[in-house]
């Protein structure tokens, strides 16, 4: 049992078409993730060929949700048509099954055409949004496994820590360290370094202290923002299984966006100091350096009686 | 993307939000000329950058760096005063809180007909990240640092969340300016201003609108008599005229480059050029290098799936920078190849000449070709494996501690 994304989930890819949804539908095929079928407007009737895998398209999410009962949906279409492609599929997976996750990896959507998405989608309360602006959610199995997004899926197998970061890189960087001591991944989530996004990283932390499979959490935040330390504050009273934290930014000058449109310190708040303040405060384990994840994760394992 | 008071006035007017006259001027002739145009025997000379704090900044000459005035922002009684403060401000350099000791070049005025204030307020309309909502934000203390409000007396400052799919409600609009205590004709008006000010934000796809002071007048106006008004970069491909307002005097060039080729470039202060993929492993970097007693000299993200020429673009980048005494590569391939950026590394090297110590860490996507495509090249640097192996081997390279 993993996290909203099991190794056999069914995806439909929105954007099928484009350079990026071929490319990384290839990818995905290759890992193992069940790609059903794709939608791009005007294109309904084709088939495109992933890999070894001929998936049909569908002209719009409505069809493709029914033909193909699809779980899942992975968004990379370009921005000025990205939040619409969300609310889209929120729409379809809301009629047709109440339930569904929306993984949108666009980059550089204005953000109140996000605004207005994310209020769509929480109004849909079967409906899940990861990112936008993130590297997606993947599931690894024993055998191949489900890889929504852009991940290199050669680096993960399957296990028993949850990771969840705003950083796309940052996130192989953290598996590839939870790898070094031994240990597999439950599910890695990108949440996105947008300003405005679905799954936080509460959302993250709640469903893995519910999850089985799961025994302890690799978190990595950056500047900008107060959703570290308002998950630190809630993993405090909540999380029973131990977690480690890296917050990257601690060299970053006040108000210069840092790449991502969210990473940016403003008004003296959004600070990597105060979040790794708010971390240690809630005795999550803290990495000062990345390279150091998994000597911290080894330790936090010892203490925690589960090495 | 920020723009100048004059700017965010003129957007402000066209949407009928209640301004002072005023004009733009970029010379004192100018503003001598603008200053006969609009009539009124008090008028403010505003320097425009795009920092705040202005009015108590400092103006000093660029040659002498002698200190010419105090206060960007001056009130003139006369002509003669405008002769005077035009000429301190045009061609020098301001130097605010906000924009480090540097300070900035003024080569813009506004000048603007006063008002007879009887109170100033503050009114900001910004995306409160953590409600995902638009945030509109308005205190009885204006004219004052908002964030010293904030923390001295938080009950000062009042908030309401538009719905995005309700849009702003009346009650909303009407319960605000009741927090600030306004009644009758100014409460009119407000509730006019920010319905209006709603609408600009949004159809202007605006980061931040911030309006400090928003001013009473004795005849229970309510006039904006700043405007501080930054633009979401994400939404530029639907805001053809943004072209026209952007004044890359006031960004820093190689930025502005670096944006063009698709690279994600901070200029800092230290001597360790980075070059690395993705944002958050490229504020990582920098602060592993800060850990091992380096002083990182950029923040540089080439983004994912570069290829060598932007690989190469972002190195010329890095190497322009007189302060680099010594580059990291720290790749961690997702959709980036690692042996693109081998490849990119050594033609730079070929075309360019690296004269800086060079240390490598190439992992992920295809890192094995990466590696190899460096081993049998002749390329003098360190190859490593983790990112603190590589901060560590360029600090010491460049004789750090």
Known sequence: MAIWIQEDSKLLIQGITGSQGTFHGEKMVEYGTDVVGGVTPGKGGQTVQLADRNVPVFDGMIEAVEKTDADATVIYVPPPFAGEAIMEAADAFDRVKGEGVIVCITEGIPTLDMVKAVAYVNDRPGIRLIGPNCPGIITPGANGGCKIGIMPGHIHAKGRIGVVSKSGTLTYEAVAQTMSIGEGQSTCIGIGGDPVNGTGFIDCLSAFESDPQTVAVVMIGEIGGTAEEDAAEWAAVNMSKPIVGFVAGSTAPPGKRMGHAGAIISGGKGTAAEKFAAFEAAGIHIARDPSEIGAVLKVALEKAGLL | MNIHEYQGKELFRSAGVKVQDGVHCKSVEEALTAYDSLGSKVVAVKSQIHAGGRGKGNLYCPDSGDLLMEGGVKIAFSKDEVKEYSENILGHILVTKQTGPEGKLVSNLYVEAGCEIEHEYYLA?????????????????????????????????????????????????????????????????????????????????????????????????????????????????????????????????TETRANEAGLSYVKLDGDIGCLVNGAGLAMATMDVIKLYGGEPANFLDIGGGANEEKVQEAFEIILEDPNVKGILVNIFGGIQRCDIVAKAVLSVSENMGLEVPLVIRLSGTMFEEGRAIIDASDLDCTSVETLAEGAEAIVGLIGGE
Request: net charge negative; with cysteine.
């Open chain 2, 125 to 253: 309309l910004l995306v409160d990240r953590e409600a995902k909502a638009v945030l509109i934000m308005a205190s009885t203390e204006g004219g004052m640092d908002i964030e010293e409000v904030a923390e001295n007396t938080p009950e000062a400052i009042h908030k309401i969340w538009v719905d995005p799919s309700a849009g702003l409600l009346g009650f909303q609009k009407r319960n605000l300016g009741m927090a600030l205590g306004l009644s009758g004709t100014a409460l009119k008006d407000f509730f006019g201003m920010i319905g209006k000010l709603y609408d600009v934000f949004t159809s202007n796809d605006c980061s931040m609108v911030e309006i400090n002071p928003l001013v009473r007048t004795k005849s229970d106006e309510m006039i904006a008599l700043d405007a501080k008004v930054g633009f979401d970069e994400n939404a530029s491909f639907r805001h053809k005229k943004w072209d026209e307002m952007r004044d890359l005097s006031e960004e820093e060039p």
